[in-house]
Each structure stands twice: as C-alpha cells, then as structure tokens.
C-alpha cells in the first residue's frame, strides 16, 4: 500500500516556512547590532525557500489547478506579487547590516509586518487551495502535479529546500515528507534525496524507516 500523500508537500513546506517564520520573530523581537547579522542571515535563508516555493506554485502547481477550478489562484498569484515587493523592501532596509545600525528601527517595523503578511498567504492557502485539491485531483493526477513541482528546480530543491524544509519538520511530519518523496520524486532522484536526508535523521528514525521500506 502507498503512504504516499503527494500535496503533502505543500502542507509540509509551509510548517517549515512557519518555523523560520518563528525564528526570525524571535530574533526581532530583540533586535540590536549584537543580533543584526542573525536577523538577516535566517532572513535570506527563509526568503531563499518562500521563493522556490512560490515559484513552483505560479509555474508547477496554480496552473493545473486553474485548469480544474478556473480563476481560483489569481489571488494567490497577487499575494506573491506583493510579495516580491516586500521582499525588495527588507532587503534593502537591510543591506548594509550589520555595520550600519541607523535603520534597525525600520527593519523591525517592516519585518514584523512581512511576517504577519506571510502567514496569512499561508492560512489563506490553505483555507482555500488545499481544500479543493483532493476533489479536484485524482490521486494519478496529483502525483504527476508534485512531481513536477519537484522538477521545477530541481537543483535548487536538493540542494537547499530539501534539508532546510526536512530539518525543521517533526518526527511524524518527516515520515510523511519522505512518504511523499518515495512516492512522488523524479525518475531517478529519489536515492539522492535520501542520500540528503539520512545525515539528519536520528537513530530511532534510521531503523524505523529502514524497517518500513521507505529508503527503498
Ligand atoms: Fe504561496
Ligand atoms: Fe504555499
């Protein structure tokens, strides 16, 4: 039997999106020359990994949607373009952190307003778009979809998402991440993405999913 839930994936990423969400909260809260270089060195990581994922939302994932549910993604597209902006924003509020520290005031108000911003595109995905996906979707279909949201950069996804997204997941989550992977990867790739993953696993884990199969 398969234990393979492909939108997973979606679901899975935002959890770990919200975690460095979390993170750079925390880092804000208390922002000061002493944690500047932090604020921004968990910033570009967490903007690295929203943009990959939103770039296989608008190029992999909304457009087999909108073919099944006409006109439902053009919001979500809007909230990424307003993204965009964001983003160009912070970053260069922030380019000249740590060194110069006359505009930590204005980081911090701009940064905790993306933050809040960001987790409401996420909430509103998920009210939205995940609820239509399993009667939208055969499951042959969906697992052709995530597998080409796997393909869309793939190398930027082994790379990079791959890990960022795996770590900070928690042990049930992860188990189904890699469900998801076995059942949904590239022809192919899915040796190299456990390949990835084993370093980060814990002992107990090895020998679970060693028993379950889920590295075959
Ligand atoms: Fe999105
Ligand atoms: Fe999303």
């Known amino acids: 039997m398969s234990t393979c839930q492909p939108f997973s994936i979606m679901r899975l990423t935002h959890e770990a999106i919200r975690s460095g969400l979390n993170q750079l909260e925390e880092l804000n809260k208390d922002l000061s020359a002493a944690n500047a270089g932090s604020l921004k060195a968990t910033f570009e990581e967490?903007?690295?990994v929203i943009a990959l994922h939103a770039?296989?939302?608008d190029n992999a994932f909304y457009p087999p949607l909108e073919e099944k549910r006409p006109n439902l993604t053009?919001?979500?597209s809007e909230e990424h373009e307003a993204e965009h902006h964001a983003f160009d924003h912070l970053?260069?509020?922030m380019d000249d952190l740590p060194e110069n520290r006359s505009n930590l005031?204005?980081?911090k108000n701009a940064m905790s307003e993306w933050i809040a911003q960001h987790r409401d595109h996420l909430k509103h995905e998920e009210d939205i778009l995940m609820k239509v996906l399993p009667k939208a979707f055969t499951y042959v279909e969906s697992v052709a979809v995530v597998r080409s949201i796997l393909d869309y950069d793939?190398?930027?996804f082994e790379q990079?998402?791959?890990a960022w997204v795996f770590e900070r997941l928690k042990g049930p989550q992860r188990k189904v991440y890699?469900?998801?992977l076995k059942g949904c990867s590239p022809a192919g790739k899915y040796p190299d993405f456990v390949a990835r993953i084993r370093p980060l696993l814990h002992s107990d884990e090895h020998i679970s999913y060693e028993q379950e199969g889920l590295f075959a």
Request: charged content about 25%.
């Open 55 to 57: 770039n296989q939302e």
């Open 91 to 93: 970053t260069s509020l």
């Open 154 to 156: 793939l190398d930027e």
């Open 74 to 76: 053009d919001a979500f």
């Open 46 to 48: 967490v903007k690295r």
């Open 178 to 180: 890699l469900g998801m």
């Open 105 to 107: 005031p204005q980081v």
């Open 160 to 162: 990079f998402q791959l």
